[in-house]
């Protein structure tokens, strides 16, 4: 007969019957969560266990079924969300970084003429003018091309200018520089008369996409030549 006398101490007995003691002395990890299965064992027991004299009603358990599995789905629902709002920010910026080495139109007075390339942007009339007149400026504040462009009626405006002509809404304007303005920064001023009074109007202008980044909250920010970190909603247009 096998003598299992007190020279074995309990952890060498659990270890002689093939047990871990190390398994046999963790405690299971405890979780609040109440799973469907718990939530079904627990109503069953609930149905065994109640009053014989006075029953609950089938309604009170359908609605208590109902009720945990409308929270599973909104738990669901919420996981769903979560996940496509992930991949719909993935393919957001995925998208937006096709638009670096292109160029967009922001509001703003300022853009950057490169070597054979072409300035874009748009003016905002408010009202009908008689006269209209463009000035451009270069990086040191230098008045460099005064452009007239005559009358114009209450709308957006597209222009284009490659440093020696200007284009206005897919016309070209009776106005050619002597001297092709070189590459560089410039600054465009426009100017409209309405009512006897000169008033300067708003711009759109073109700028090139550096860079894109995706910031904390998810929102897409491009790093514009000549403005810095712009908000893509911001975005004018893309050219």
């Known amino acids: 007969m096998s003598d299992v006398s007190s020279t074995k101490s309990p952890s060498d007995v659990l270890t002689g019957y093939g047990i871990d003691k190390n398994k046999a002395a963790t405690p299971a990890k405890k979780t609040n969560d109440l799973g469907q299965d718990a939530f079904l064992q627990l109503m069953i027991t609930q149905m065994k266990n109640q009053d014989p004299l006075a029953p609950q009603s089938n309604s009170e358990f359908v609605a208590q079924l109902a009720q945990f599995?409308?929270?599973?789905?909104?738990?669901?629902?919420?996981?769903?969300f979560n996940s496509f709002s992930s991949s719909f920010q993935s393919n957001q910026a995925l998208q937006a970084s096709s638009?670096?080495?292109?160029?967009?139109s922001v509001e703003g007075k300022e853009s950057t003429l490169a070597q054979g390339g072409i300035i874009s942007g748009?003016?905002?009339?408010?009202?009908s003018t008689s006269e209209l007149k463009v000035n451009v400026y270069d990086s040191k504040g230098v008045l460099a091309a005064q452009i007239p462009v005559g009358s114009a009626e209450k709308?957006?405006?597209?222009f284009r200018f490659d440093g020696e002509s200007m284009e206005v809404n897919g016309q070209l304007?009776?106005?050619?520089?002597?001297?092709?303005?070189?590459?560089?920064?410039y600054k465009f001023e426009v100017l409209a008369t309405q009512d006897g009074k000169t008033q300067q109007l708003a711009t759109s202008m073109s700028a090139n996409v550096n860079s894109v980044t995706v910031g904390t909250d998810g929102k897409l920010v491009l790093n514009l030549a000549g403005y810095g970190a712009v908000d893509i909603n911001k975005v004018k247009q893309f050219n």
């Open 99 to 104: 638009l670096v080495g292109r160029s967009v």
């Open 173 to 185: 304007l009776d106005w050619t520089s002597k001297t092709p303005l070189s590459p560089g920064a």
């Open 122 to 127: 748009t003016i905002t009339v408010p009202a």
């Open 155 to 158: 709308g957006d405006m597209n």
């Open 69 to 80: 599995s409308s929270v599973q789905g909104l738990e669901k629902l919420n996981t769903n």
